[in-house]
């Protein structure tokens, strides 16, 4: 027995110190197809890297160009932020959001970079909102934009804050098939998915922190309650959840790695 009991207790250590120091720094990218017959012909291989919740603090600075490479390394036509780039209860300084301003600034795309607001960063919104426009991000709050690419029949990209006018946003003069959504919280999908949405992409959830194998992530926090983990589909309409870069309280990740999305177009 208490051979066993030391055994357990080793285990439990080594766990802890993976999750700790090992799991946390484990920069992943996870790529998915967008298959949709609604696609324009011209969007075909087109791809999107979608980073999330970096809930940035100046002790994790040094993870920054790590991130900046990851990115640029997959050469995205689009980059889409899902919001929480700040993280409640810090104490930011005026070098801090200047780093921010540097780091998404030398985020390249081919085409347009986009973001949308998280619950934390309508803490610092002001902010927020400059360093997303000295970063040459397109902030879509509670609006949306044609997207044309080597033809006329563009794309629908639209960005909720919350869900109170999808179906205002989803007008256009312009004719359109194909529709984009991006929201922090994966929640609202349960609304979303009722609407003409193809696809969408949020974050918030950080995967539940610890992943159990076979069931998910384990810790759930409001507006990821019902949808947690990386894909769901509903009334044909498809979500992705990233699991984001950064950590809600606890420096900690299990079987869980920080990552970035990649999706790629095909018809």
């Given at each position: 027995m208490k051979k066993f009991l030391i055994t357990l207790i080793?285990?439990?250590?080594?766990?802890?110190?993976?999750?700790?120091?090992?799991?946390?720094?484990?920069?992943?990218?996870?790529?998915?197809?967008?298959?949709?017959?609604?696609?324009?012909?011209?969007?075909?291989?087109?791809?999107?890297?979608?980073?999330?919740?970096?809930?940035?603090?100046?002790?994790?600075?040094?993870?920054?160009?790590?991130?900046?490479?990851?990115?640029?390394?997959?050469?995205?036509?689009?980059?889409?932020?899902?919001?929480?780039?700040?993280?409640?209860?810090?104490?930011?300084?005026?070098?801090?959001?200047?780093?921010?301003?540097?780091?998404?600034?030398?985020?390249n795309a081919n085409l347009y970079k986009y973001a949308v607001i998280g619950e934390n960063d309508q803490k610092y919104l002001e902010e927020y909102k400059d360093i997303l426009y000295e970063g040459n991000f397109n902030l879509l709050d509670n609006n949306s934009t044609?997207?044309?690419?080597?033809?006329?029949?563009?794309?629908?990209?639209?960005?909720?804050?919350?869900?109170?006018?999808?179906?205002?946003?989803?007008?256009?003069?312009?004719?359109?098939?194909?529709?984009?959504?991006?929201?922090?919280?994966?929640?609202?999908?349960?609304?979303?998915?009722?609407?003409?949405?193809?696809?969408?992409l949020s974050g918030h959830s950080l995967g539940g922190i610890i992943n159990i194998p076979l069931y998910g992530g384990l810790i759930k926090k409001e507006g990821a309650q019902k949808y947690i983990n990386n894909h769901y589909k509903l009334n044909k309409s498809e979500l992705f959840i990233s699991n984001g870069l950064g950590y809600h309280k606890f420096n900690f990740r299990l079987f869980n790695s920080p990552s970035i999305n990649v999706y790629k177009f095909t018809n």
């Open positions: 080793i285990i439990i250590i080594c766990i802890f110190l993976y999750g700790r120091y090992i799991e946390i720094n484990n920069l992943k990218v996870n790529y998915y197809n967008l298959p949709s017959n609604n696609i324009p012909t011209s969007f075909k291989d087109l791809k999107i890297v979608q980073f999330s919740d970096l809930l940035y603090e100046p002790s994790n600075e040094k993870n920054l160009n790590k991130l900046v490479k990851k990115i640029n390394n997959e050469n995205a036509d689009i980059i889409i932020f899902s919001g929480d780039l700040l993280k409640n209860g810090v104490k930011y300084q005026d070098k801090d959001y200047n780093k921010l301003k540097d780091t998404l600034k030398k985020m044609l997207l044309f690419y080597k033809d006329e029949i563009p794309i629908k990209i639209i960005g909720l804050t919350d869900t109170s006018n999808i179906e205002n946003l989803l007008e256009s003069e312009l004719e359109y098939k194909y529709t984009l959504a991006i929201t922090h919280k994966p929640d609202n999908f349960e609304k979303i998915s009722n609407y003409n949405i193809d696809a969408t």
